[in-house]
């Protein structure tokens, strides 16, 4: 198979098993602690193996920068704690579409600690999914099937706060097998999380494991594989767009799912944010395309 073809294939799988992670949370019953504790756990027996087959597992980091991606391991902790206790308390939609303001987020990290340039196109997206995110917050919780409406929206920007803290961080660790530092990453919420899971009263029913072992080995474990698979294969801007799979089956999972239809401005608020996340990850530029019709004009 073409590099082409399998990393496309790679990262649309990849983001087709992201997007419903939500019904395996939501399903689970179990507390967002004691999920997030199983992720690791299930994730960190998966990366091991795939590390250990790599080779990984002798010389191929240091003990510098395996302290880093330790610290990048407690944003992404925190992540996916926010992220899945936003689910329940604004659905499972609106959750991801707010997760999605991501990418401003570390655009503003990143003017801030990587002197990374703030440009005029950066500030129209930036605004537009600012917008996006308003819209969402004037339904208010009276429009909606959960009574923390305004907890989940403001739980799902932590989360994506604290993945652009995860992404800097992990930015300086250019040239480290990905696949290690997302095995570091999961030990270290093993071992945050130990202390603070449900660990005395674990699940006593099938169901409930095999959710858990799902929640681990697949969208942790074999989903890290895919995607990084298909990172290295693919270029930046076919990435950027296949990325948006992920947010598109989420809304569908929790429509079929669970019956959660966004009211008319949520779908706006989060049309208005995955529109601006896409031109903010795919380099699009409504000035260039203002000035191209503009000539177009002048022509005519």
């Not at 983001?15 to 997030?36: C, E, K, L, N």
């Not at 987020?105 to 340039?117: H, I, Q, R, T």
């Not at 917050?137 to 994506?160: E, H, N, R, S």
């Not at 995955?274 to 005519?300: D, E, F, I």
Request: hydrophobic share 55%.
């Amino acid at each position: 198979m073409h590099d082409k073809t399998r990393g496309t294939v790679e990262m649309t799988t990849a983001m087709a098993i992201s997007g419903t992670i939500g019904w395996f949370v939501v399903r689970s019953g179990q507390p967002v602690m004691d999920v997030v504790f199983w992720r690791c756990v299930f994730g960190a027996i998966t990366l091991l193996a795939v590390c250990a087959g790599l080779g990984l597992l002798r010389g191929a980091i240091t003990w510098r920068r395996a302290g880093i991606a330790a610290l990048g391991g407690v944003a992404i902790v925190i992540n996916w704690l926010l992220l899945f206790a936003a689910y329940p308390r604004a659905s499972i939609s609106v959750a991801t579409a707010v997760y999605n303001t991501q990418p401003f987020m570390l655009v503003g990290l990143g003017a801030l600690f990587l002197s990374e340039k703030l440009t005029a196109t950066k500030l129209t997206w930036l605004a537009i999914a600012f917008i996006g995110v308003v819209l969402i917050v004037q339904v208010g919780p009276a429009a909606t099937a959960g009574t923390d409406y305004m907890m989940g929206i403001a739980l799902a920007l932590g989360a994506a706060f604290a993945y652009a803290v995860a992404a800097i961080i992990t930015k300086t660790l250019a040239g480290t097998p990905p696949h290690l530092i997302a095995l570091i990453q999961v030990c270290v919420g093993v071992l945050m999380l130990a202390p603070l899971a449900n660990l005395s009263h674990a699940p006593a029913d099938a169901r409930t494991w095999v959710i858990l072992v799902t929640v681990g080995v697949v969208h942790t474990g074999l989903m890290y594989i895919l995607l990084y698979g298909a990172i290295q294969r693919l270029p930046t801007h076919l990435t950027g767009s296949l990325s948006f799979i992920y947010p598109i089956v989420a809304i569908v999972v929790d429509i079929v799912a669970f019956g959660h239809r966004l009211q008319v401005p949520q779908f706006l608020g989060a049309g208005a944010i995955l529109l601006a996340a896409a031109g903010m990850n795919l380099g699009w530029s409504p000035y260039r395309w203002l000035h191209s019709r503009n000539q177009s004009a002048a022509v005519k």
